[in-house]
Structures are given as C-alpha cells and as structure tokens.
C-alpha cells in the first residue's frame, strides 16, 4: 500500500509541476527576420519571414535612415501581403543608408518577435 501512496504522491506532483511550468495562456514566441533590397533607389522591397505563419502577413514594416550623428529616423512605413512581402516606392530624401524594421507584434495567440535588416547603401 505504502508503494502505491508514493506513487500516486509522485504522480500528482509530476501533474503539478508540469501545470505549473507552462500556464494554459502562455503565449508562444516566434522568431522573425526582414530583408532590404536596394537597388539605386525606389521601390525599396523586402520580406517577413517566420517560423510561426501568424506572423508573415500583416506585419508592419518601417524603413529606416541609417544616420551617423543622430538616432534613425522614420522614413516610410507599409504592411506586408499574405506571404510576407512589402515594397516602399517612395522616393527617400537625402537618405544614404537605411534599414528595414519590423516591429513586435501579437497574432493568433503568438508573440512575433521585432527584426531588423542589415543597413544598405543606397546607391
């Protein structure tokens, strides 16, 4: 009988612990990139990419101006289609270097990381 108690004991401690660890409304995280292609100028185009689908479309993206003697500077921001994709056609002015943001978000009980894409030089 004793064999029996401990291991019910043993179980039902298990069964807490376990409830514990991972409450029932625990958000996942996923990871996400953006990537920037430059090519002289306008349209400035990219991609989301994510392990999680809830955080592909949707999402915001914001390009930024990279500058040396001051913090970045917003210079246009769009949303990405069903798979991911954005384009900026906007001409940026006196932008040199600048880099694609996509900020943190929450979908479908997910929690999609921010990004931030290697700096380009616009051409």
Excluded: Y
């Excluded at 185009?45 to 994510?50: E, F």
């Excluded at 943001?101 to 999609?112: L, T």
């Amino acid at each position: 009988m004793k064999g029996i108690r401990r291991l019910t004991a043993a179980i039902a401690a298990s069964a807490l612990a376990v409830c514990l660890a991972v409450p029932a409304s625990a958000d996942q995280l996923a990871v996400s990139r953006v990537t920037l292609k430059v090519a002289g100028g306008p349209p400035f185009h990219g991609r989301v990419i994510s392990e999680s689908p809830a955080c592909i479309a949707n999402r915001k993206v914001v390009l930024l101006e990279v500058a040396p003697d001051r913090g970045p500077i917003d210079l246009a921001d769009n949303r990405t289609n069903g798979r991911g994709k954005w384009v900026f056609s906007s001409q940026l002015q006196g932008a040199t270097v600048v880099r694609a943001k996509v900020a943190r978000s929450k979908a479908s009980g997910v929690i999609c990381r921010s990004a931030l894409s290697p700096a380009k030089r616009i051409d």
